[in-house]
């Protein structure tokens, strides 16, 4: 079983961020868990980098899905999301402030999912704390100057 939080970031902190995962990935191994003097800056950094999810944009987008995956079966809850086949399976979660992602099986309803989220907004970040891996669902593009 594989899972994953994924965040979606402000836009300038993306920016600022990208090429640099490994320091947000850090700051949320922290907000995971912080030391009892920093839990309120801590917070308020966590509420200021990070965008909340509405119901109504992750339920417009989930319904999108279902048309364009042929050979899945899709159940939908409130705030959540199961895409599953006989070999793969993929659970979507919206927290409000995160999404979590649980998985197993092969990775092709894992990566439907990764798909279709970062056509949805480019600034996700998905980590798995488990395996210690942090990376841009729709890598941020560089501004190019003359």
Not at 6 to 25: D, M
Not at 58 to 68: G, R, S, T
Not at 117 to 144: D, M, T, Y
């Amino acid at each position: 079983m594989r899972k994953h939080d994924i965040y979606l970031i402000e836009k300038e902190v993306a920016f600022h961020y990208f090429g640099r995962e490994q320091v947000l990935y850090h700051f949320f191994v922290e907000a995971s868990d912080p030391a009892p003097h920093l839990k309120e800056t801590i917070k308020k950094q966590l509420l200021y980098i990070t965008k909340t999810i509405p119901f109504y944009v992750f339920d417009y987008h989930v319904k999108k899905i279902d048309a364009l995956q042929k050979g899945y079966r899709l159940q939908r809850a409130r705030q959540e999301l199961t895409l599953y086949s006989k070999t793969s399976k993929a659970m979507l979660q919206n927290n409000g402030r995160n999404l979590s992602l649980i998985s197993e099986g092969s990775y092709e309803a894992e990566i439907l999912l990764f798909e279709h989220l970062r056509k949805v907004e480019s600034s996700f970040l998905a980590i798995n704390f488990e395996e210690e891996g942090v990376g841009w669902l729709s890598p941020v593009k560089q501004a190019h100057y003359i």
